[in-house]
């Protein structure tokens, strides 16, 4: 009962019938999901992967999600955060016209610590991160990085929840135009 897990998985045919020009792509997906729950620390792991061809939401994509908390005390806990993501989609047809080429990805790294205090009368939590970002696409490459802090506040009344949130930091963008390929 302090174990969670479980498994998905999917597979597809995508088929593409030009001028005289016949394609066929397979692709596949897999997940899984696990959750563990003890007094003093619980774990969280979600991580999936579909092929470039995959013909579902998630396509061309690996996600890994993970996260570590700790209960110092009944009202105290710390916790720390990786999650990653990485987008290679694969099409059959030109896309070009959209941006996107054979060669387009989509990368996103967080790295989050944080602390939080859930007191009789009010709420607090601290979370700085570091967030990184890489887009490639036919006409340009941008890069984000960025440390940041997010600091909330709350409050119960009742029925009723009043939060305060703050969210900022120090943040880079570069870009590069022109035909990156």
């Known amino acids: 009962s302090l174990q969670v897990l479980s498994f998905e998985t999917g597979l597809s045919d995508e088929f593409l019938d030009g001028v005289n020009n016949k394609i066929s792509k397979r692709g596949f997906s897999s997940g899984i999901n696990y959750r563990l729950m003890k007094p003093k620390f619980s774990l969280y792991s979600n991580n999936y992967y579909s092929s470039p061809y995959y013909s579902g939401v998630r396509r061309g994509s690996f996600t890994m999600d993970e996260m570590l908390n700790y209960r110092i005390s009944k009202s105290q806990n710390l916790y720390i955060r990786y999650n990653t ?13 959209l941006g996107y080429v ?3 990805k989509f990368l996103n790294h967080l790295i989050e610590a944080g602390w939080g205090w859930n007191g009789s009368w009010l709420r607090v939590s601290l979370a700085p991160n570091y967030t990184y970002q890489y887009i490639r696409t036919i ?3 941008l890069e984000y990085q960025a440390y940041r802090m997010r600091v909330n506040v709350g409050k119960s009344l009742k029925s009723h929840n009043f939060n305060l949130s703050w969210d900022g930091g120090l943040s880079q963008f570069s870009s590069r135009s022109g035909n990156v390929f």
């Open 139 to 141: 006409y340009n490459t």
């Open 102 to 104: 054979e060669n387009s």
């Open 85 to 97: 993501s990485n987008n290679t989609s694969g099409y059959l047809n030109d896309m070009e016209a």
